[in-house]
């Protein structure tokens, strides 16, 4: 038991020091580690947003969104091959009711035509084989498109991939540092973003869905029918808050229009006439020979530049614009043609997205946590040193040393790891100097109690730190049990803790039962107490 | 060099003595939690019921005008504000329910609080805001949910390992002292009303692990003592257990009173409520791992058979050649 071979002493030492030194990068700072050398470890604890304060957003998208928007892409992809096929399949008596897509074909012969057009629009993009759509002819004549359960979630799946990466672009478009993007169950993103200015900004930017689009405007819709809500056909309504004849709505025409996810460029700039903040847009070769196409064809009329379902402005179109770019004229400010660049530029979020959570914590706050943290995190230390010493002499230092061991090998595997240090986290420290101690103190009563029994010196540590053994062994693994739960169940700053709380009971094990028992046998061995002082 | 010792040598405090009148006073101060929490609520963050808070330092004032402030957020109609200090008596937080339309426009949460920023700050420009907080009714319930969840998980997985590792009479004893620590705990935040967060059920959580150690440490010894001293009545043995360990048990809750301590006094306000269900959760595992978990085991009717069986341990003993030199 108390015999410690050289090599154990070695290997023993040599893991201490490795985690002191792995500690030291994050201990000393920012404007320390400059003098560290650069062939040694260099990675830091990093400061979790209630910390160094910063935002934590939530988002998330709503599944029946994902399916309408995919029916509303499948009734104009049905549409167009109707169209296209040759003879031109008739269909009629469309509709979007229940989740599913239904249709008549005019003409009974047809349908044959009209399902072989179909089928290629229904398979599934994976390896798998397994179709996106079911399709059934009902009557004869009626079809019916019902999405699969695997396809609808397939295209979930993407939609959030997709958004994953416009909001990470967007982000990065912003210009901030080190934003944590990820994504969360089925439907969620979490964005970290540490040290924002202006967090209003931000969630703004990742509210908009940003989808543009350019549709020709009907002017020869019955004004009074628009104003009422009611479309004629071949058109929809669009709220227009911004309408100069003042009605809240306009009609534009469902066809022949442009998506705005043909850019290759957007910009804020000002209006040469009315100096007004605008954006600049830059459609790529398709985008721009259907621009060209659109405004050559309808010189002279208005057509209405739509955003997220709104119309932002209706200009005339006073000649062919031919150059594949255009200007988005709309009641914008500066900052709100800026941000719509922003938008444009890192593309359009496949799905809408809702802030469903959001914390926001002042550097202030976040420093003040920071320094009070240390100070009560080193009148605990201190003080429990003190007791220790006081109360178990030199065992209690021993206690001690493996005490302050302990602390440099948490931060050390927390830089390894690159963990976030949270201010729940920082309680975690403090707790852990206070539980820590606690393996010592089992052993030190344990030897005391021994030698009251009458057991000789040697014998008594040897068997204090036998049975002490196993209780420490029982009562860290009820703390390992809570900790794990904690960093299941618990949510961003509480899995800090529980990450610091886990660190802490695995490393307290390892100094305060092996690294005090190797100071105590050393000691044993070169002294040969006859009388134990505890 | 003479050392403190808290507990003399030899100490020999009947603690179970008072086993029925303690258990009595366990029961009713747990039934009593239970009724305060009935009686008065607790006082739910916005992690639990949804809403939004607004923390604010005012940097040049003493305190924070809260009833002022109450009446200035009041007239913006928004509903009523629940104000309360946080930290220093110059910081506040604002807690808010969300607008009912946020659930179908985000945006008018955020409009709010620059609503009511903004009528702060003009009456009051020495004003910082330190944080915002908002939770949407569907996220905050299922925060509620997986808290609520865990803690029970805890409870119960923590249960089993002692039933495990020691018997099933046990892991009964250690499940009514978590319940205990726990129920108490939640009286104790719904007396004093202060906030019940996120950070809350963590300590909640870190207690269940920590006050189970003296458990644990307890339950150890009189397993140990049970193998040893066979003939020994078991109201003397748990007796004989309790005092053996007592020294360590003070010792290692002192220590950590002693961290928590210095936690509340000189700690981040964000987590003062953490640190004082901690120094409580600590402070009644270690009355409970007394008088809850031991008590148990007798009416339990553990005895010496319930680790050896009472034929091997003979065996045992005629090879040893007595039970007291086990060990």
């Known amino acids: 038991m108390l015999d410690f071979p050289r090599w154990k002493v070695i290997s023993i030492s040599l893991l201490l020091a490795f985690g002191v030194l792995m500690s030291l990068p994050s201990l000393l700072g920012a404007s320390g580690q400059k003098y560290w050398p650069g062939f040694l470890p260099n990675e830091t604890i990093n400061l979790g947003l209630d910390l160094q304060g910063g935002s ?25 091959e109707m169209r296209r096929a040759t003879p031109r399949i008739g269909i009629g008596d469309i509709s979007r009711k229940n989740g599913v897509l239904s249709f008549l074909v005019r003409d009974s012969t047809q349908v044959d035509a009209a399902r072989d057009a179909i089928v290629p629009l229904t398979s599934g993009a994976g390896l798998t084989g397994q179709r996106d759509w079911n399709i059934e002819v009902r009557d004869d004549t009626r079809f019916v498109l019902t999405p699969t359960a695997a396809g609808l979630e397939n295209a979930v799946e993407n939609a959030m991939e997709t958004a994953t990466d416009v909001i990470r672009r967007r982000i990065d478009e912003m210009g901030t540092r080190e934003p944590t993007i990820i994504r969360q169950g089925d439907n969620r993103i979490v964005v970290q973003v540490p040290g924002l200015d202006d967090p209003e900004a931000l969630k703004a930017l990742l509210g908009q869905t940003a989808k543009l689009e350019f549709k020709l405007v009907d002017y020869e819709a019955d004004p009074n029918m628009v104003a009422a809500g009611r479309a004629p056909v071949g058109s929809q309504i669009f709220p227009y808050p911004d309408n100069p004849t003042g009605l809240p709505n ?6 022949g229009g442009i998506s705005g996810d043909k850019l290759t460029d957007a910009g804020q700039s000002f209006d040469q006439q009315t100096n007004a903040p605008v954006v600049n847009i830059t459609f790529d070769t398709e985008g721009g020979s259907k621009f060209a196409r659109l405004t050559q064809n309808n010189v002279g009329r208005p057509f209405a530049i739509i955003l997220d379902g709104q119309i932002l402005s209706a200009p005339n179109i006073n000649e062919p614009i031919l150059g594949g770019s255009a200007q988005i004229s709309g009641n914008f400010t500066v900052e709100s043609a800026n941000q719509l660049a922003i938008a444009l530029r890192s593309g359009a979020l496949p799905v809408d997205l809702k802030i469903v959570e959001e914390r926001t914590v002042g550097p202030d ?5 920071i320094d009070k943290g240390t100070i009560a995190a080193i009148i605990a230390t201190v003080a429990v040193l003190t007791f220790m010493v006081v109360t178990y002499g030199r065992f209690g230092m021993y206690a001690n040393i493996a005490l302050a061991l302990n602390l440099f090998i948490i931060v050390g595997v927390m830089a390894m790891f690159n963990a976030t240090l949270t201010l729940p986290g920082i309680a975690g420290f403090v707790l852990t100097v206070g539980s820590a101690v606690d393996a010592n103190v089992l052993i030190n009563e344990r030897i005391r109690e021994e030698r009251r029994r009458g057991r000789r010196v040697i014998q008594a540590i040897e068997v204090g730190y036998k049975e002490a053994s196993r209780a420490i062994m029982d009562a860290n693994v009820t703390n390992i049990i809570a900790g794990v739960l904690l960093f299941m169940f618990g949510s961003g700053p509480v899995k800090g803790f529980a990450v610091v709380l886990m660190i802490g009971i695995a490393s307290s094990v390892f100094t305060a039962v092996v690294v005090t028992r190797m100071f105590v046998a050393l000691w044993v061995r070169r002294a040969r107490p006859q009388e134990l002082v505890i | 060099m003479r050392l403190l010792k808290l507990v003399p040598d030899d100490t020999n405090i009947g603690f179970l003595k008072w086993r029925n009148i303690a258990m009595a006073f366990s029961i009713l101060t747990i039934i009593a939690s239970i009724g305060l929490v009935a ?11 949804g809403g939004q808070m607004i923390q604010a330092t005012f940097t040049e004032s003493e305190t924070a005008p809260i009833p002022d402030l109450r009446d200035r957020i009041g007239a913006l109609g928004y509903g009523e504000a629940t104000i309360q200090r946080f930290g220093d008596a110059n910081e506040v937080s604002i807690r808010m329910r969300l607008p009912a339309e946020a659930e179908s426009r985000p945006e008018a949460a955020s409009e709010m609080t620059e609503n009511i920023v903004s009528t702060i700050n003009a009456e009051y420009p020495d004003v910082r805001i330190d944080g915002v907080e908002s939770v949407s009714g569907k996220v905050s319930s299922e925060l509620f949910e997986t808290g609520a969840y865990s803690l029970l998980f805890a409870m119960i997985a923590i249960s089993i390992y002692i039933w495990i590792r020691f018997e099933w009479q046990f892991g009964v004893g ?14 104790l935040f719904a007396l ?57 048990t003070v010792m290692t809750s002192l220590t950590m009173l002693i961290a928590l301590g210095a936690l509340i006094l000189w700690g981040p306000d964000v987590i003062f409520g953490f640190s004082v269900a901690m120094f409580f959760g600590v402070f009644v595992g270690t009355y409970s791992s007394v008088y809850m978990a031991a008590p148990i085991l007798i009416w339990l009717k553990v005895g010496p058979d319930t680790f050896v069986p009472a034929e091997s341990a003979n065996e045992q003993a005629e090879k040893l050649g007595g039970p007291e030199q086990i060990g």
């Open chain 2, 192 to 248: 004093t009303q202060m906030e019940f967060n996120l950070n809350i059920v963590a300590a909640l959580l870190t207690i269940i692990g920590y006050s189970l150690n003296d458990t644990i440490v307890v339950f150890d010894r009189i397993r140990e003592n049970l193998k040893k001293y066979r003939k020994m009545d078991i109201i003397a043995l748990l007796d004989l257990s309790v005092n053996e360990t007592l020294a360590r």
């Open chain 1, 56 to 80: 934590h957003i939530l988002l998330e998208a709503d599944p029946a969104d994902v399916a309408s928007a995919r029916l509303e892409t499948m009734e104009e992809s049905v549409r167009a």
């Open chain 2, 39 to 49: 009686a008065k609520g607790l006082n739910f963050g916005v992690d639990f019921i």
């Open chain 1, 250 to 255: 306009l009609a534009v025409k469902r066809l």
């Open chain 2, 174 to 187: 250690a499940l009514f002292a978590l319940v205990h620590d726990v129920a108490l705990t939640f009286g």
């Open chain 1, 365 to 369: 706050l976040g420093k003040d946590s």
